[in-house]
C-alpha cells in the first residue's frame, strides 16, 4: 500500500514533517553551494542546547547528540529505537493494520506508552530540522565569508599583475634608454680606437673584460 493516501489523511502541521526520499547528494561546486544555500535561512522553531555534534567526514551523523541537544532524553530515544527495531523485523508483506496492532501489542509488553513514541519521534524530526537548518545557516555565513575573501585576493590579483605589468614595460623603457645611452658612449670609445680600449680595459683594476 502507498503512502501517499495515507499522507493526504495528515493534518498540515504533521504533513510538514515528512520529506520525500532523495539519492545520495553529489558533490557541488562552490557556485552551486552559494547559489542553493546563498539565501537567507528561515530560524527552526526549535533550539538546539549548544553546539550541535559536528558530522563526521563522508557526513557521518551522530544523531544521539542531535537529539540530546534538542532536549531528548535516553528513555525517549529508547522508546523509539526499540519501536523501529520492532517494525523492521516484520515481514515486509504483513498487512498495515496487523504491523500496527504486532507493534502495539509488543511495545505496551515493554511497557512503552504509544503516545509517547509518537512524541519523542515527532520530536526527533523537529530536532533533525533544526540541525539541517542551523547547519545551513553556518554554510551561509562559510559562503558569505569565503565570497568576500575571494574577492578580495582577485582584487588583489588583479592589483599583482597590474604591478608586474607596469615593472615589466618599466623594465623595458630602462633598457631601451640605456641601450641608447651605450650607443653614445660607444661613440666616443670608438673615436679611441678599438685597441686603445682593449688596452685600457684588461690593464685597468676597475674594469672587467665582457663576459661571453
Not at 685600457?200 to 676597475?206: A, G, M, Q, W
Amino acid at each position: 500500500m502507498s503512502d501517499e493516501p495515507r499522507r493526504k489523511g495528515w493534518g498540515k502541521t504533521v504533513l510538514g514533517w515528512f520529506v520525500e526520499a532523495e539519492d545520495e547528494p553529489a558533490a557541488a561546486s562552490a557556485a552551486e553551494l552559494i547559489a542553493r544555500y546563498g539565501g537567507e535561512a528561515a530560524a527552526s522553531p526549535v533550539q538546539l542546547d549548544g553546539p550541535p555534534p559536528l558530522p563526521a567526514p563522508g557526513g557521518t551523523i551522530d544523531f544521539d547528540g542531535v537529539y540530546r541537544a534538542a532536549g531528548l532524553s535516553d528513555a525517549e530515544l529508547e522508546h523509539v529505537r526499540k519501536a523501529g527495531e520492532l517494525l523492521r523485523n516484520l515481514p515486509q508483506d504483513t498487512p498495515l493494520e496487523i504491523k500496527r496492532q504486532i507493534v502495539e501489542a509488543s511495545l505496551k509488553a515493554f511497557g512503552y506508552p504509544t503516545e509517547k513514541i509518537i512524541e519523542a519521534g515527532a520530536q526527533e524530526i523537529q530536532a533533525l530540522h533544526a540541525y539541517i537548518t542551523q547547519g545551513q545557516i553556518g554554510l551561509q555565513q562559510l559562503l558569505q565569508e569565503s565570497s568576500q575573501r575571494l574577492a578580495a585576493l582577485e582584487q588583489e590579483m588583479q592589483r599583482i599583475r597590474q604591478v608586474m605589468q607596469q615593472s615589466t614595460e618599466q623594465q623595458s623603457q630602462v633598457a631601451y634608454a640605456c641601450n641608447l645611452k651605450k650607443l653614445e658612449i660607444q661613440d666616443i670609445l670608438q673615436f679611441f680606437g678599438q685597441e686603445a680600449v682593449e688596452k685600457v680595459v684588461r690593464e685597468s683594476p676597475k674594469l672587467h673584460e665582457p663576459q661571453g
